[in-house]
């Protein structure tokens, strides 16, 4: 009872830090404290697994231990999902089970990886207390029976964290064979309009604004005579029921939810450093492009994991694609995840096939290791599969696993994960500390700026239907990997002079600060591209009251005219150096100003002979507006390759799918597309791993 009174008053302080305001977003180091201190650069990737103890008889543990270690896995996963395992009644705690496992473990010479049980409340806390669940847009609570479907504003439901939580930091946060914490799973950040969360949601505001006339002019609330009289008033915005409501109303919705998971999360954090020993580091593994939630809001945290499943239904590139993977999945969570902290893994990469597409088919033969090469190649620390045993029951039946149903098998995924752990032990011994990348190579550093609010804001108002925000981001870093361009996804916080190149796709929320950093960027050298939808919007979602865009128009030396938008059909044509290209989805039309190039014009439509694309030297630098959407790309790339070429930087000609990337003194080039692909590496290069042509879902790595 001791130890329970003293929780109720932590929980007391930390619950005013779970409804206080997220600070400003942290700035990030290339290589930070966390990679030194948890990675030692010569350990290059560590492979691991997830094992679930509980779903399996005490008597086989010792085998898939050993079985683990056998296959070249270093470390493993374990408790995410535990928690009524853990606290099998309220109030009273079972880790005898969980003991043993985690001493199996450490006798087979694998680390573990402990797990905050959060995700999975247990059956006699919903029956006790169903005020735990979130309530959904349609009204209705979700119920015990699932996952992540927690109130993260309940007190109840924190109450029973911190003491779960607490309980396990206890247990093992100084036992030498924990080598880090994972908080949660998946945080997702899906919206609750419970009673705790609405009440959350109004001190979120009332910490924002102040008072509620400021709340009532940044929600321009006199539209539709939306105005409030009081904080109480406000309701969280729920665009499922109601048309037309405030898109200023939803985007501080979204905020509010962002920073409420991390809120959690970052408490977590707290929770476990009273207990842990500095050496176990404490993330989480965000799903890789997560639209709810923000992963830089979670500043607390040693650095941030991410999970992927490239192959889900998608059709991928050519005929062979949808067993290839998504091409551009791993190198986003490489370039953001790692650029956050300084340092990350994937903590969840699909072994095989899975479970909870539309359509599931099998991973073509070799593509798991190419994604594990495609990770490592990234700069991750280490790489994780979701799960060692494919499970016999539950909603994940079909999900494979390192071994199949027999428990002993390795799965064809499995055997790729083997290889990889193998080859990585062969690649520490090749390692050169003093290696470095080459200069042409440094020399053409780019970063994509990206901020999760855009994509809240856009996708809430995207004036037509054909507009796809991470797909519009995800054409520019294809386009800098097809030049073979060292690629971070980076936050506004952040020194941009460390990048030749800085692209800000769709930046349509920005301020005069903003702006002015761009300028300054540009005047001392860098070459910024801006694409459309950038300046529309203040950061309340509001409009300026000045002309289109009008903080960016000195910047880019044009003036916005307005925006066009054709439907699904539409034969939109645009020219440059006397090639056509196609569009219908968005066209800004520019008319740039005396001293201002203009790279592409418009060939049809009522503004024919106008401008889609400006290029204009300001300082040392230069800025390029890219105006229209083209169909396939093909525009943006050769804009962007005269970019780069004005800048003096020289660039490669990698075909779609193909990633080549440097790392530790290692080249690494992996093939998405269907069809064989020429690398050419250097004459006298030491090929490691693969052979020419690169053929798809293989990997060539060279030195």
Same mark, same amino acid.
């Given at each position: 009872m001791k130890k329970l009174r003293h929780s109720s008053r932590l929980t007391l302080v930390l619950l005013f830090v779970l409804t206080s305001p997220v600070l400003a977003l942290p700035q990030s180091p290339a290589r930070s404290e966390a990679a030194a201190r948890f990675f030692p650069a010569k350990d290059l990737m560590r492979v691991g697994v997830y094992y679930y103890p509980e779903h399996w008889p005490e008597g086989e543990w010792d085998r898939d231990f050993a079985n683990i270690e056998r296959l070249g896995f270093e470390f493993v996963h374990m408790g995410e999902f535990a928690w009524a395992f853990m606290e099998p009644e309220e109030g009273r705690f079972d880790f005898a089970w969980l003991d043993r496992a985690v001493e199996l473990a450490a006798r087979h010479h694998l680390k573990v990886i402990l797990c905050t049980p959060t995700p999975t409340p247990p059956a006699w806390m919903a029956e006790k207390y169903p005020e735990i669940f979130l309530v959904g847009a349609d009204g209705r609570r979700r119920e015990h029976g699932s996952r992540g479907n927690n109130a993260l504003a309940d007190p109840a439901y924190l109450r029973f964290t911190e003491r779960v939580v607490m309980q396990l930091a206890s247990r093992y946060g100084k036992n030498p064979a924990v080598w880090g914490w994972q908080l949660d799973n998946e945080p997702g950040a899906p919206p609750d309009y419970g009673p705790s969360a609405q009440a959350a949601f109004r001190d979120w505001l009332r910490a924002r604004y102040q008072t509620i006339d400021v709340l009532n002019r940044e929600w321009g609330a006199a539209f539709w005579s939306l105005k409030y009289d009081d904080f109480d008033q406000v309701r969280a915005p729920n665009p499922t029921l109601l048309y037309g409501v405030s898109p200023h109303a939803v985007l501080d919705f979204r905020r509010f939810t962002a920073d409420q998971t991390a809120k959690f999360l970052n408490w977590q954090a707290a929770l476990l450093r009273r207990y842990t020993v500095p050496a176990q580091f404490i993330t989480t593994n965000y799903i890789s492009t997560t639209g709810s939630s923000d992963p830089r809001r979670s500043g607390d945290l040693d650095f941030i994991s991410y999970t992927m499943y490239p192959v889900g239904g998608g059709r991928g590139l050519g005929e062979d694609g949808f &067993?290839?993977?998504?091409p551009d999945g791993i190198a986003f969570a490489n370039a953001f995840y790692k650029n956050i902290k300084g340092a990350t893994g994937v903590m969840e990469l699909q072994p095989g096939q899975v479970n909870w597409a539309y359509i599931n088919p099998q991973p073509m033969p070799g593509v798991v290791r190419m994604w594990l090469w495609h990770a490592f190649a990234g700069g991750l620390s280490f790489a994780c599969n979701y799960r060692y045993r494919q499970p016999l029951y539950g909603s994940e039946l079909y999900h494979y696993g390192i071994v199949r149903t027999d428990g002993v098998t390795p799965s064809p995924g499995g055997l790729e994960y083997s290889q990889v752990a193998r080859e990585m032990r062969e690649l520490r011994a090749k390692y050169d500390p003093n290696a470095r990348p080459p200069a042409n190579y440094l020399a053409r550093r780019t970063a994509i700026l990206w901020n999760q609010e855009n994509l809240w804001n856009i996708d809430y108002q995207k004036q037509t239907g054909l507009w796809d925000t991470w797909g519009?981001?995800? &054409?520019?870093?294809?386009? @800098?990997?097809?030049?073979? @361009?060292?690629?971070?996804?980076? $936050?506004?916080?952040?020194?941009?002079? $460390?990048?030749?190149?800085?692209?800000?796709? @769709?930046?349509?929320?920005?301020d005069e600060e903003l702006v002015r950093k761009w300028t300054?960027?540009?005047?001392?050298?860098?070459?910024?591209?801006?694409?459309? &939808?950038?300046?529309?919007k203040r950061r309340n979602g509001q409009l300026w009251e000045a002309a289109w865009a009008a903080p960016i128009r000195p910047l880019i030396g044009a003036e916005v005219s307005f925006f066009d938008l054709l439907l699904e059909d539409g034969r939109g044509e645009v020219t440059m150096n006397g090639t056509a290209y196609q569009w219908n989805v968005w066209a800004d039309v520019l008319k740039p100003n005396e001293g201002t190039e203009s790279l592409a014009k418009y060939a049809n439509q009522f503004y024919a002979g106008q401008t889609a694309v400006t290029y204009r030297r300001l300082g040392k630098g230069s800025v390029t507006y890219v105006g229209v959407q083209t169909k396939d790309g093909r525009l943006e790339k050769d804009v962007l390759r005269e970019v780069y070429k004005r800048a003096g930087l020289t660039t490669e000609d990698y075909s779609q799918g193909v990633y080549v990337d440097w790392r530790d003194g290692f080249w690494v080039a992996v093939n998405y597309s269907s069809k064989p692909a020429e690398i050419n590496p250097p004459k006298g290069a030491e090929i490691l791993y693969g052979s020419q042509p690169l053929k798809p879902a293989d990997v060539l790595v060279w030195r």
């Open positions: &067993r290839l993977g998504w519009h981001m995800f &054409r520019y870093l294809e386009i @800098a990997k097809s030049f073979g @361009a060292p690629l971070d996804i980076i $936050s506004e916080g952040q020194d941009f002079s $460390s990048y030749p190149v800085l692209v800000a796709p @769709a930046y349509q929320l920005v300054s960027y540009v005047e001392q050298g860098g070459h910024l591209v801006l694409t459309c &939808r950038t300046g529309q």
